[in-house]
């Protein structure tokens, strides 16, 4: 479902990501772990060209973009629609209530009747347990919900693949169980996946595959069970010993 080679990333002098190659099956559940700075948000930023790489290719499906030629606004648009980004924080418009958030992005970019994006935003609402705050607006709901309609409102564009930011990292300790019940029940119904955390218990639960970064690379990637259990690379070690 994606496949990444050679991917770069420079800001002025400072080189972040150094070459990242990773392929993702349809339907996998991938989690990048690393200490602060290692280039986890960058790269998953890179994915759906919030940040332009400097070099490397990345495809989705059938779409895939070459960053060693020039890349036009409409590929990228293009390229954006196959991903549905979850941010640490939750961006959601306060004037809105949460299913006309959720509306949004069908109604405003894929030009949908407001009908089918209404019909379409209370399913993933109900999907997501928020079947009873339709009309609220996002300062009457808790982080934890509304990050929650921050899924629901990327789910509502329908794609291929879901992207989370560190999801989590924004929320009260007691609301973190309700955001990752949602990511879970995503990856067991075969939603492909690729998540920043710092949660390690979720990717010890949900992942097919983690992944190690640090600066810049991928140091070391493996099934949960090998990662955490039997690492190879003495950094991983290291960041784990620190985290545990």
Not at 79 to 99: C, E, K
Not at 124 to 152: E, N
Not at 196 to 219: K, N, Q
Request: glycine residues 8%.
């Amino acid at each position: 479902m994606i496949s990444i080679k050679g991917l770069t990333k420079s800001f002025d002098s400072l080189e972040v990501l150094k070459g990242i190659d990773l392929e993702v099956g349809k339907g996998k559940v991938v989690v990048v772990i690393g200490p602060s700075g290692s280039g986890k948000t960058t790269f998953l930023r890179c994915v759906n060209i919030l940040e332009t790489p400097t070099d490397g290719k990345i495809s989705i499906g059938e779409q895939e973009i070459d960053f060693s030629r020039k890349v036009s606004s409409r590929q990228i648009s293009s390229f954006r629609r196959l991903t549905g980004m979850v941010f640490q924080s939750y961006n959601l418009f306060p004037h809105m209530t949460a299913i006309e958030n959720v509306m949004e992005g069908p109604v405003t970019v894929k030009k949908e009747a407001k009908q089918k994006a209404a019909e379409k935003a209370e399913y993933f609402l109900s999907k997501v347990g928020l079947a009873d705050k339709m009309k609220h607006y996002p300062f009457q709901l808790s982080g934890g919900q509304q990050q929650r309609v921050g899924i629901a409102r990327a789910l509502a564009m329908e794609p291929q693949v879901m992207l989370f930011d560190e999801p989590t990292s924004a929320l009260d300790p007691e609301l973190v169980g309700e955001v990752l019940k949602v990511m879970k029940d995503l990856a067991t119904e075969g939603m492909t996946m690729m998540v920043v955390t710092h949660e390690m218990r979720f990717a010890e639960e949900a992942a097919d595959e983690v992944i190690f970064m640090a600066d810049g690379l991928i140091i070391e990637r493996g099934k949960p069970e090998e990662i955490f259990s039997q690492p190879k690379a003495e950094r991983t070690r290291q960041f784990l010993r620190l985290i545990q």
